[in-house]
Structures are given as structure tokens and as C-alpha cells.
């Protein structure tokens, strides 16, 4: 089967920093894929090549068999950034509504019935200022799924969130991602979050930033919090820490 994202060869040079080098990567179809390394490694500036938003030095990127640019046009990216990208003035409902004025896209899936499966069905008609940062964040994703687009990219999508809330984020995003599959691929700092979403944990070398090691999960889903508990998910969490350390070493 074709794989549903592909990168081969991919490399990125500002001036003289070589801030990607030789990525070769495939991403099955509804595979879900956490990058993870050292600050500097290139994990942001790689998705920005997915979302066309770089352009390689060499090397391509295929998604579906077509060009991210073209893609992208086609409106079949999702994408979720760190802080809420919510317009002050709109509610709830609103702030979803955009995607699809934007974008045209008609599909099954409509604003008011995806905030009602994220919990936020009382909360419609709220502004963002009015809603916790774990509430705007699942306002913020909805915006991005509402399209049904089968690809899905997120960028440190919890990160401004406390360590609670984070938890019942990731627990909620991987619910919404049987109902709703998408290929995605996830930058994160954190090793339990890549842990807990990921199929596959993409670990990135800096200097200049290539893959290093994948690490295969393995955890069944849907994945509770209280995976995290078990032996099993502190031994994989480890194995990673590990090879994240003999990473910052090289």
C-alpha cells in the first residue's frame, strides 16, 4: 500500500546551519506519528515542510501522492498549533463556522455537532475569553476537524495547558481520532504525551536534525489515562528517555 505521507530525502539549509538532513520517512494511512528531540533538532521547521510553509533545500515530500502546496488547496490539512487560534469576537460555534466558510468544504460533520461530542454542547454560544485553555484548545481542534480532512498536524498543541489538563487532552484527541482517523503527525517536548498518542515515536538528532531512532508504541487503544499507571507505559516512556539522552549526547 502506498504510504499516505512520504519524505525522502528531505533537507533544509538557512544560509549555512543544515537544519534538516536526509529525512526518509513513510507515514501509513490513519497512522498517527509523534516527533520528538533536543530544541534545535528541527521538529517545527519539518512540519512547516509538510504544511508547505518551507520549502526544501532538497529532497520531496508526497501526501497522498501529491505535493503538501496542493494539498493544502485542496483543504485536506487540519492544523493545530499551541495557543488557540480563536477570533476574540466569534463564539464557540462561530470560531468553527469559519472553517467551513473558508474552506467551502461540505461534509457530514457540522460545528454544532462536533462541539457537542467534545463536551462543549453548553458552551456554544461562549466567547474564548469565557472558556478555560483546555476548552479553547478542544474549540481549536474542532476548528481544525470540522472539514474532515484525513490529515491532521499538530504543533506542541498542549503545551501552554497544566499537566491535568494535558492529560485529559490526550486522552480526549486519541477518542476523537477512532471516531474521526487521521493520518497525523504530532511536535511535542513531551515524552508521555508522544507516548500516549503516538503509534510510532519519531526521535530527531540536532546538528544538523535527522532521524535518529523510531520507537514503536504498541499500546492498544483507546488509550486511557490511566495507561500511565501501568509498568508497561513507564518502560516505553523510559526506553525513549533514554534514547532522547544518548541523542543530546552525540
Not at 86 to 106: E, F
Not at 215 to 227: A, Q
Amino acid at each position: 500500500m502506498e504510504p499516505a505521507i512520504q519524505l525522502r530525502q528531505l533537507s533544509k539549509s538557512f544560509g549555512e546551519i543544515e537544519a534538516l538532513k536526509g529525512i526518509d520517512l513513510e507515514i501509513q494511512e490513519g497512522e498517527f506519528i509523534a516527533l520528538i528531540g533536543p530544541s534545535g533538532c528541527g521538529k517545527t521547521t519539518l512540519l512547516r515542510h509538510v504544511l508547505s510553509l518551507e520549502t526544501a533545500s532538497s529532497g520531496e515530500i508526497l501526501i497522498g501522492g501529491e505535493t503538501p502546496e496542493r494539498v493544502r488547496r485542496k483543504n485536506k490539512l487540519g492544523i493545530v498549533f499551541q495557543r488557540a487560534a480563536l477570533v476574540p469576537s466569534r463564539t464557540s460555534l462561530q470560531n468553527v463556522q469559519m472553517t467551513l466558510d473558508i474552506t467551502g468544504v461540505k461534509t457530514p460533520l457540522t460545528p454544532s455537532g462536533l462541539l457537542e461530542k467534545f463536551g462543549l454542547g453548553a458552551f456554544k454560544a461562549h466567547y474564548p475569553h469565557q472558556l478555560s485553555g483546555g476548552m479553547q484548545q478542544r474549540v481549536n481542534i474542532a476548528a481544525a476537524m470540522v472539514h474532515n480532512p484525513p490529515f491532521l498536524m499538530m504543533d506542541e498543541p498542549f503545551g501552554a495547558l497544566d499537566e491535568m489538563t494535558r492529560e485529559f487532552m490526550c486522552e480526549f484527541l486519541g477518542e476523537v481520532l477512532i471516531d474521526h482517523p487521521k493520518t497525523t503527525i504530532l511536535v511535542t517536548h513531551s515524552i508521555d504525551e508522544a507516548v500516549m498518542l503516538a503509534d510510532r515515536v519519531v526521535i530527531l538528532a540536532p546538528r544538523p536534525g535527522r532521524i535518529s531512532t523510531i520507537v514503536e508504541v504498541g499500546f492498544p487503544r483507546p488509550r486511557k489515562r490511566e495507561l500511565k499507571t501501568k509498568p508497561s507505559f513507564a518502560e516505553k516512556v523510559l526506553e525513549v528517555r533514554r534514547l532522547l539522552y544518548e541523542v543530546e549526547n552525540l
